[in-house]
Each structure stands twice: as structure tokens, then as C-alpha cells.
């Protein structure tokens, strides 16, 4: 990957971001270039994603800080190229670069207004409010205002972040602007791949500014802690390389552990999932009552017939199903119900990697989950949603308010790789590596969905013992291939029309 490409895939907290800004002005850079640099890159996307033929009214909005120069630099720019420009700044003190800014858009006859409802005759808003760092709540007039902008029905492009966004966990602070366009300056941060703030950041871009790559790499730790999965990325670890000479069982086998007279179709679609993956061998082990239906739908894989409950739950594993040395890898919980406890307790027993989903969480979490994850000799992929991951963690208070340091948490307390389902998934190891997946879409928002990703991780992991992938790339990686699938399909097809069983058939396309 070329080095600045590699950029794309880099996120930088709020310090790392300062100390890098800190070594740029270091070595001589002064802040008046950088933030001419920056801002006319930004004023030029503006210009492409809102010509001034389509809009031509802007108004902007200016904060204290370098945030509200950048925007007026932009306003500067704008004005320049001919579009109606107006501006509000609702504060009466401003930076010293910032001030000379705004005495320059004065001096061109750029207006100022003194209330945001002169504004709302624009056709676009620019929010310079606040950038990277706030960390005070929105109050007062200022939050007045910005509640009566996400009323009003016109564009806003936001600067670096939308004004009222923590940078790192995007927790709201009092209020935040809702944007329309994102324009995220110089690195990611954070509050981008945070479930709480996708509703304020709209669509969001990088606008790359030239940042010397020496200070961004003397700044963050290798390997690279917090990293976001491309398709560039994704590609380097896809397919998995199959030499001529080879056999079923050195591409992987995999046992997954699935299904109940309730959730008979869990068994299929994670099934469905682990063939898609290319796994050399499957062996599913279903209640005795299944068998006739997965051998009809599964007719490749090898079937285990395993005695059931009065409830139609296994009731026990047979000897061919509990000879985990047999295994490369073992996946097991989708549709199994909270009543399979003498199954996960035996699976997790196993002394090959396990794969955890769905009712083996709510198990585990009944059992104790770091107590019980404790005793386990080999690595353990946990990939719960919200709820479950509360279950599984219930010292991790309010995860939802920072979902990537809950994740680094629940992994260093486990020892587990743990996958955070969610419009931006999260996986983390326990030395601290995080991945993000930067893309999904609402339509994985069906049942099912989570079964699919179950039988496609314990795949991918099975035939992985013949390369150097970490765990954790792989499970990121197949996160990244089920998104993606989701994501074509539901082009293709709407994002109603994408049920789980689609959804799997979608997986095989995506190369």
C-alpha cells in the first residue's frame, strides 16, 4: 500500500492529533499556512459537492478558535468565486489568527449578521463553530442556536467535526450540529466510526492536507493501535491462498454447533455462511430432529445428529462432535437457546479456537465470562451485539456512550477477541489492537444476519492456520466481507429485499 494511501485507514484520538499539529508547528510550519493549506483544500470540496450553479446563498458559522478561521478562510474563498456569502459568529472574543481573518472578510464587504436567523434565507451552511477537542457541553444561546439549525430543511457541511461532538467517544455535548457533509480534516477521528454520532456527522470525507508522514508515525504507536478496514486492507488478506497440491481437510474444518426445534433455520444460515468462506470442510451438529433438513440443504457437509431435550434444545454433544482435536476451529451458539448450558460448558473445554455468538454469550454470561474465559489455553472470539456485550461485561458501564473503548476493554479484561456488532463494528484483541469496519448499511438489521457472520468467521479463521494472519485481522476481515455483501446486496435489491439467506448468497460476489 502506497504510504499516504495507508493514511485512510489511520484514526487519531484528540491528543495524538494535537501532538501531531504540535511537530508540524515544530518544525516550522506556521499555523497561518497550515490553516490556508487546510481550509482552501475544504473551500474547493464545498465548491465541487455544491456548485454555484445549483447554490449560491452560503452562510457560516465562526467559533472562537481555529475552527471558526477555517471557516472564514473558506467564506473568503467562496465570496472570491462568486457565491452570496454571509457570516454569524456568535462570539465576541476569537483567536488572534482567527480575529485578522475576520477583519480581512470585512474588509472585502463579506456582511456579518448578529443573529442565526439571518441566515435562514441561505441555501447552505457552513459550521465552523468548534473542531477536534471540545470537550465542554453546548450551552446558552449557542445550543439555542444550533437546536434552530438542525430545524431548518438546508445543507450544512460541517468542518472537521459537527460543532457539540466529543472527538473521541462522539458523544453529544449539550446539543451538536446535524450535517449533512462531514469534512474530516487532516486524519479520522474517533467520532466518526461511533454509533452515537452517525446521526450528526451525515456524509463524511477526509480531506487529506499533506501532513509530513514522519510526524504521523513518530505520533502513533506500531503497529498501528486503531485502524480502519478498506477494501485495500481487505484485499491484502483475501482470498486465502490455496496451493495446487492440497485437500479438503488442509483448507479448514470446521464444527459448528447450531439450531434448535425453535430456531431451525440458525443451523442453515450460518452454514450458509462457513461454505461461503471456502472452508475445506463443515460439520454441523444439529438436534437429531434437523438432520433430515440439513442434509437437504447442506448436502456437502457433514451432518451430526445430537440428542435433544424435551424442548428440542441438544441435550449433549456425541463423541463424533465432542473429538475437538478433529477441529480447526469450533463455532458454536446460533440458535442453540439459553437452555444448551451443558453444551457451551463442554465446548468451552475445547483446547482449539472457539467462535461465540448469540445464546453461547448468554450462556457464557450466566457462567461468568472472564472467570470462565480465564481457564481457556486458546484464543476465544466473542461477537455479540449491545445487549449481549452488557451481559457478557456488566462492570463496563454505558458502553453504548464509547463503543471502541468498551470493546478495548472487554478484551484486555477477557483475553478474548471481541466483535462489537453495529452500524460501525468494532474488534478488538487483548493486547489492545483495534479494527473498525467503516461501512455497513440498516439492511444486516434482519434476523439472522449475525448467524450468517458467525459461520463465515469460523470459516475464514479454519483455513487460516497456513498464513500469518492474526486472529483478529481475520475476524475484522470477515466483518469487512459481510458488510460488504450487505451493502451490494441492498443495492441490487433495496435494503428490504435483503434477508439473511440473500444476504449469504451475496457473500460469493464480493471477489
Not at 473551500?43 to 478558535?65: A, C, E, F, M, N
Not at 465570496?79 to 456568535?90: A, F, N, S
Not at 465576541?92 to 480581512?104: D, G, M, P, R, V
Not at 463524511?204 to 508515525?217: N, Q, T, V
Given at each position: 500500500?502506497?504510504?499516504?494511501?495507508?493514511?485512510?485507514?489511520?484514526?487519531?484520538?484528540?491528543?495524538?492529533?494535537?501532538?501531531?499539529?504540535?511537530?508540524?508547528?515544530?518544525?516550522?510550519?506556521?499555523?497561518?499556512?497550515?490553516?490556508?493549506?487546510?481550509?482552501?483544500?475544504?473551500?474547493?470540496?464545498?465548491?465541487?459537492?455544491?456548485?454555484?450553479?445549483?447554490?449560491?446563498?452560503?452562510?457560516?458559522?465562526?467559533?472562537?478558535?481555529?475552527?471558526?478561521?477555517?471557516?472564514?478562510?473558506?467564506?473568503?474563498?467562496?465570496?472570491?468565486?462568486?457565491?452570496?456569502?454571509?457570516?454569524?459568529?456568535?462570539?465576541?472574543?476569537?483567536?488572534?489568527?482567527?480575529?485578522?481573518?475576520?477583519?480581512?472578510?470585512?474588509?472585502?464587504?463579506?456582511?456579518?449578521?448578529?443573529?442565526?436567523?439571518?441566515?435562514?434565507?441561505?441555501?447552505?451552511?457552513?459550521?465552523?463553530?468548534?473542531?477536534?477537542?471540545?470537550?465542554?457541553?453546548?450551552?446558552?444561546?449557542?445550543?439555542?442556536?444550533?437546536?434552530?439549525?438542525?430545524?431548518?430543511?438546508?445543507?450544512?457541511?460541517?468542518?472537521?467535526?459537527?460543532?457539540?461532538?466529543?472527538?473521541?467517544?462522539?458523544?453529544?455535548?449539550?446539543?451538536?450540529?446535524?450535517?449533512?457533509?462531514?469534512?474530516?480534516?487532516?486524519?479520522?477521528?474517533?467520532?466518526?466510526?461511533?454509533?452515537?454520532?452517525?446521526?450528526?456527522?451525515?456524509?463524511?470525507?477526509?480531506?487529506?492536507?499533506?501532513?509530513?508522514?514522519?510526524?504521523?508515525?513518530?505520533?502513533?504507536?506500531?503497529?498501528?493501535?486503531?485502524?480502519?478496514?478498506?477494501?485495500?486492507?481487505?484485499?491484502?488478506?483475501?482470498?486465502?491462498?490455496?496451493?495446487?497440491?492440497?485437500?479438503?481437510?488442509?483448507?479448514?474444518?470446521?464444527?459448528?454447533?447450531?439450531?434448535?426445534?425453535?430456531?431451525?433455520?440458525?443451523?442453515?444460515?450460518?452454514?450458509?455462511?462457513?461454505?461461503?468462506?471456502?472452508?475445506?470442510?463443515?460439520?454441523?451438529?444439529?438436534?437429531?430432529?434437523l438432520k433430515p433438513l440439513l442434509v437437504g440443504k447442506i448436502p456437502d457437509g457433514l451432518v451430526i445428529d445430537c440428542p435433544v431435550s424435551e424442548k428440542g434444545v441438544i441435550a449433549s454433544l456425541p463423541p463424533l462432535a465432542t473429538d475437538f482435536a478433529s477441529y480447526d476451529i469450533i463455532a458454536c451458539g446460533p440458535g442453540l437457546t439459553r437452555e444448551a448450558t451443558e453444551v457451551v460448558t463442554r465446548v468451552l473445554e475445547a483446547k482449539c479456537p472457539l467462535v461465540l455468538d448469540a445464546d453461547a454469550l448468554n450462556i457464557l454470561a450466566q457462567l461468568g465470562t472472564v472467570n470462565r474465559l480465564s481457564k481457556r489455553q486458546n484464543a476465544t472470539v466473542l461477537t455479540p451485539h449491545l445487549g449481549e456485550f452488557k451481559r457478557l461485561f456488566p462492570d463496563i458501564h454505558n458502553p453504548e456512550k464509547d463503543r471502541i473503548s468498551a470493546t478495548k476493554q472487554a478484551a484486555s479484561q477477557s483475553g478474548a477477541i471481541i466483535l462489537l456488532k453495529g452500524a460501525r463494528t468494532i474488534i478488538a484483541n487483548p493486547q489492545g489492537k483495534i479494527w473498525i469496519i467503516p461501512e455497513s448499511t440498516p439492511a444486516l438489521a434482519r434476523g439472522g444476519s449475525g448467524d450468517v457472520l458467525t459461520g463465515l468467521i469460523g470459516g475464514l479463521l479454519a483455513q487460516n492456520k497456513t498464513t500469518n494472519h492474526t486472529l483478529e485481522a481475520m475476524v475484522a476481515t470477515a466483518a469487512w466481507w459481510h458488510a460488504q455483501a450487505a451493502i451490494l446486496a441492498a443495492k441490487e435489491r433495496s435494503e428490504l429485499g435483503v434477508d439473511a439467506g440473500t444476504l449469504s448468497q451475496y457473500l460469493h460476489t464480493i471477489f
Open positions: 500500500m502506497e504510504p499516504r494511501q495507508e493514511l485512510n485507514s489511520i484514526v487519531v484520538t484528540t491528543e495524538q492529533m494535537a501532538n501531531i499539529e504540535g511537530k508540524i508547528f515544530a518544525g516550522g510550519m506556521p499555523v497561518a499556512a497550515l490553516m490556508e493549506k487546510a481550509a482552501l483544500l475544504t473551500s474547493q470540496r464545498i465548491q465541487q459537492l455544491y456548485p454555484l450553479h445549483t447554490v449560491d446563498k452560503v452562510g457560516v458559522l465562526v467559533g472562537p478558535g481555529h475552527n471558526g478561521g477555517d471557516a472564514l478562510v473558506i467564506a473568503r474563498e467562496l465570496h472570491l468565486q462568486g457565491y452570496d456569502v454571509c457570516v454569524y459568529c456568535p462570539f465576541t472574543k476569537l483567536k488572534e489568527l482567527t480575529q485578522q481573518h475576520a477583519n480581512y472578510a470585512h474588509s472585502l464587504g463579506i456582511p456579518y449578521h448578529n443573529d442565526l436567523e439571518s441566515l435562514n434565507h441561505c441555501q447552505l451552511i457552513i459550521d465552523g463553530l468548534f473542531g477536534f477537542g471540545l470537550k465542554r457541553p453546548l450551552s446558552g444561546n449557542l445550543a439555542i442556536d444550533v437546536d434552530r439549525l438542525n430545524q431548518w430543511s438546508i445543507p450544512v457541511v460541517s468542518v472537521d467535526i459537527p460543532s457539540g461532538l466529543h472527538t473521541d467517544t462522539g458523544e453529544v455535548l449539550g446539543t451538536a450540529v446535524k450535517a449533512t457533509h462531514s469534512l474530516c480534516l487532516g486524519l479520522w477521528k474517533p467520532v466518526y466510526f461511533q454509533d452515537q454520532a452517525l446521526a450528526y456527522t451525515g456524509i463524511a470525507e477526509k480531506i487529506d492536507f499533506g501532513i509530513p508522514l514522519k510526524d504521523i508515525f513518530s505520533t502513533i504507536p506500531q503497529p498501528i493501535p486503531l485502524q480502519l478496514l478498506h477494501k485495500t486492507l481487505a484485499l491484502g488478506f483475501l482470498p486465502l491462498p490455496r496451493p495446487q497440491l492440497t485437500h479438503k481437510y488442509q483448507q479448514g474444518h470446521l464444527l459448528l454447533i447450531a439450531g434448535s426445534h425453535r430456531y431451525a433455520g440458525a443451523s442453515i444460515l450460518s452454514s450458509n455462511g462457513a461454505k461461503a468462506s471456502g472452508v475445506g470442510m463443515l460439520s454441523v451438529a444439529v438436534p437429531e430432529s
